[in-house]
């Protein structure tokens, strides 16, 4: 059939729909399946509630703050003095680096490294930065080529240092206002605006204290803050983050100060368990950084919470960002999410909520003061996220979702011993690792017993999600697959040496027999029965279903057969 290739294109071919059409479709739908429409209403730890759809209705002015550059840097972070490593990550295409080592050691690992081409970012210590300013005094580099920051808090002996940085070498900048602590202790994104907003705004009033004018203080300051997986909330966080900075610009009476931002992938996001996936969040998190405007992007390598990066995992780190700049071109548009319903939106409602938090914050006395308050706003959140975690509502992959019990360990040399900050260090992924790490330290792994009713299509939904349940908490889970009657299923259980048993089947399946198997398993010598869904004729001691409790079921079953102790429970 040949086909009419001449025909005009014409684009409003289709007549528009409003939204109130599109409503009353998904209405319809819903009421086939007995929910409401708030139920596709997400709401975040902040409280800003993200509609299924956004349309013209919903439009904001894009905010014209994004910078004009091209690209990112590409900034890795290295904790031990390793030339070599160094050197690899230079070659391989890192544009500037982030060095939290020993002072004594910066001489030695930077020699050879050309300091008007690579930038360094130094992690605070006065000691670093003292040595580093004796190093671009003593390096062949022209006083005004010289970029990085000393990475210091402007109190104390830092204000000596930041002085003499300011007078010899005007483009370093000095000062880091760093968001992640907030972030890593559970933080919510506009917490962490907010209090870093607090934060900078202390550093600026001490710096202002120490002799230096307004814009000369604003010039000292970078951020650096949390890129996450959640792609859309990572670009609207930095987006509003540039907007907040303006304002109090605005105020401070400094009129071209546009901040400059350091994203960094999460740390709270990255698993120990089937880490390769953490390869698939960093990729996110970077894109994301990159598309919400970051002037310098550092990628985790995937190995980063289990010990010291090796070769191979720096290689994916840097690749990654090289792959996006260089193959994918996301560096070459200027804040390509500005217009989005969406984005605007989420950054309108994320900035409005940070500055509330900062101005609560202000109200307590600033930052020095309200230290107590902002690590107690951070613990509710962080309690309300693990609430979340345990029942997985926020899934985890490879670890509360899809693990994999076959993984083999990746070993590797331990970190360097960070110290101690006021805030926790918190992983999502921690609670349901330890009880893999728990069930790895048995001289046998223990077992729940999947017990199947009827033929594989009958019982395969809901099995498979009873193995993925707990095999989350490290739990091998044998079956007894197809089965007639409950005696079959009694005999498999029997064979299998397990102590707790699961029903799965179809709602047809447990009327017809869940009472008889149920009872055939106890005389087979189950010491405790779970039924997989909500409702049964049978008795049995407790239920498994999508947003049940499942951290507290997993633990409660190895508390069950005497594996692991908790305060206040007994078997």
């Known amino acids: 059939m040949e086909l009419a290739l001449t025909a005009e294109f014409r684009p409003n071919e289709f007549p528009s729909a409003s939204r109130e059409q599109w409503r009353e479709l998904v209405d319809a739908v819903l009421r086939k399946t007995g929910a409401s429409f708030d139920s596709l209403v997400t709401k975040t730890y902040d409280g800003i509630e993200l509609q299924p759809l956004y349309t013209l209705d919903d439009a904001l002015e894009p905010y ?143 710096l202002t204290g120490a002799g230096f004018s307004a814009a000369e203080a604003f010039a000292q300051l970078e951020f650096r803050f949390a890129a996450t997986a959640d792609q859309f909330m990572t670009i609207a966080k930095l987006r509003a983050a540039r907007r907040l900075w303006a304002r109090v610009a605005e105020v401070s009476g400094v009129s071209d100060s546009v901040q400059v931002q350091h994203a960094v992938t999460s740390s709270a996001m990255m698993t120990r368990r089937d880490p390769w996936v953490n390869m698939l969040r960093t990729t996110i998190a970077t894109l994301a950084a990159g598309l919400g405007g970051a002037d310098a992007v550092t990628v985790q390598p995937f190995d980063a919470a289990i010990g010291l990066p090796d070769e191979f995992a720096r290689r994916i780190a840097r690749n990654t960002q090289n792959l996006l700049l260089e193959e994918s071109h996301l560096g070459e548009v200027i804040d ?50 693990s609430a979340r975690l345990a029942d997985r509502s926020d899934p985890i992959t490879g670890v509360s979702e899809f693990p994999n019990l076959g993984e083999k360990p990746v070993v590797r040399e331990p970190m360097p011993v ?122 049995v001691d407790g239920f498994v279903y999508t947003g049940c409790p499942a951290l507290e079921i997993l633990t409660d079953t190895y508390v069950f057969l005497a594996i692991k102790e908790v305060k206040g429970v007994e078997r």
């Not at 210590?125 to 005094?137: G, K, T």
């Not at 179809?506 to 009872?519: G, I, K, N």
């Open 64 to 206: 014209a703050l994004a910078p004009v550059k091209q690209g990112w840097d590409i900034r890795q972070r290295h904790a031990v003095p390793d030339p070599v490593a160094l050197m690899n990550d230079l070659e391989g295409g890192v544009t500037s680096l982030w060095l939290a080592v020993p002072a004594a050691s910066l001489e030695g690992l930077l020699d050879g490294v050309y300091l008007d081409l690579a930038p360094i970012v130094l992690d605070g210590s006065v000691e670093a930065a003292s040595a580093m300013l004796r190093i671009y005094d003593q390096a062949p580099v022209l006083a005004d080529e010289v970029r990085g920051n000393l990475g210091l808090a402007p109190f104390g002996p830092a204000l000596d240092v930041i002085r003499q940085a300011r007078s010899t070498f005007p483009g370093l900048r000095t000062v880091v206002v760093d968001a992640l602590p907030f972030h890593d202790a559970g933080g919510s994104d506009s917490e962490e605006l907010g209090a870093s907003l607090a934060l900078a705004v202390s550093y600026l009033r001490a």
């Open 418 to 539: 960070a110290p101690e900050g006021e805030l926790p260090r918190v992983r999502y992924a921690q609670a349901f690792e330890e009880l893999r790490d728990l069930a790895d330290a048995q001289p046998e792994r223990p077992q729940v017993f999947l017990a199947t009713l009827g033929p594989v299509a009958a019982h395969t939904a809901r099995a498979t999600f009873a193995a993925n349940l707990f095999n989350a908490g490290g739990f091998a889970t044998p079956n007894a697959g197809p089965t007639r009657t409950a005696a079959d299923v009694a005999q498999k259980f029997k064979e299998s040496g397990a102590k707790v048993a699961v029903l799965c089947g179809s709602d047809t399946s447990y009327a017809d027999q869940a009472v008889q198997t149920v009872e055939a398993l106890r005389q087979a010598g189950a010491e405790r029965v779970l039924l997989a869904g909500k409702k049964t004729d049978a008795t």
């Open 336 to 385: 390509p999410a500005a217009g989005s319903w969406y984005v605007e939106q989420l950054t309108d409602s994320l900035a409005v909520s940070a500055w509330a938090w900062f101005q609560e914050i202000e109200r307590a006395g600033g930052f020095a003061e309200a230290r107590s308050l902002v690590a107690s706003r951070i613990a509710s959140t962080w309690a309300a996220r």
